[in-house]
């Protein structure tokens, strides 16, 4: 159940908030987990089955003001509820475990979230500044061991970073554009107030985009976007990776054509051949090499798409 209003206070300021009550019902049979907490295959009794219940109410709040009739900054903050993944737990569970006894390694997650930031929107000019901050007092979350397996930890959890975006069309002809993305995140294993980082696959390094489009044509457009992903040794530091993370820079081309009823796309993905590894595939790697793989070189793709 849910209710959410808003309420337009003039024409500068808009406020916004909402309700929802949550319900989850989770029951399972008597089972034998996959695999034990260390990755080896399961030994040992079957687990009993069980049935929980857990129940919750959110908010969220939010505002937007507008400082003049192209300029707005907004702060909002909701709260997020929702239930672990039940795969990642109750497939790798260690000697012992009942639906039970372990009740708070199934709860449901709680997740505070606050926002703010600032949007501007001119005739051929737009650009977004944004912060966040989330809590979870109950995080779910997972670090690396010495001998090379995962632990899945529910403890108090942070996560934050910025994000921002730049749009230019300089003629009707020429598009620009740019994004960047950075997050942390930590958790406190040990409730004693020691936040240590989260692991890359969980928090992810640096990301910053960037294209370049023209119309060509009325009926040919190219497009050139570039993506580089950053470095991170913060959750290998922490002993949560298994490896630094390397950053990489992939260059795309993209043209495409009208052709008759449809439109012809021909693209170079990896236009620079550049030989890099994925952030999944590197952290991946540190725990099974068999993970480790290097993405595809200079690839042509072409595709030819009618809409009707």
Known sequence: MFA?????????????????????????????????????PYVGPSVAGGELDFSDTVFNVGSVYKITPTVSVFANFAQGYSVPQLFRVLNFLPPGFTIDRDVRFLQPQKIDNYEIGVRGNWNNFQATLAGFFNYSALGLSSRGQPDGTIQYIRAPQRNYGIEATLDWQPSNKWKLGSSLTW?????????????????????????????????????????????????????????????????????????????????LEVGIQNLFNNKYSSVFSQAGGGLDELLYNLERGRSLSVNYRISW
């Open 183 to 263: 997050t942390e995140g930590e958790d406190d294993q040990n409730e004693d107030g020691d936040f240590r980082a989260l692991r890359t696959l969980e928090v992810q390094p640096l990301k910053l985009t960037a294209y370049v489009e023209n119309q060509t044509t009325p009926g040919w457009r190219n497009r050139l976007q570039l993506l580089y992903v950053g470095n991170r040794n913060r959750g290998f530091e922490a002993g949560s990776d298994f490896v630094t993370i390397r950053d990489y820079l992939v260059v795309d081309y993209i043209s495409s054509f009208q052709i008759g009823a449809g439109n």
């Open 4 to 40: 959410q209003a808003q309420w337009d206070v003039s024409e500068q300021l808009i406020l916004s908030g909402g309700v929802r009550h949550e319900r989850f019902n989770f029951s399972v049979d008597e089972f034998t987990p996959l695999l034990d907490n260390n990755f080896d």
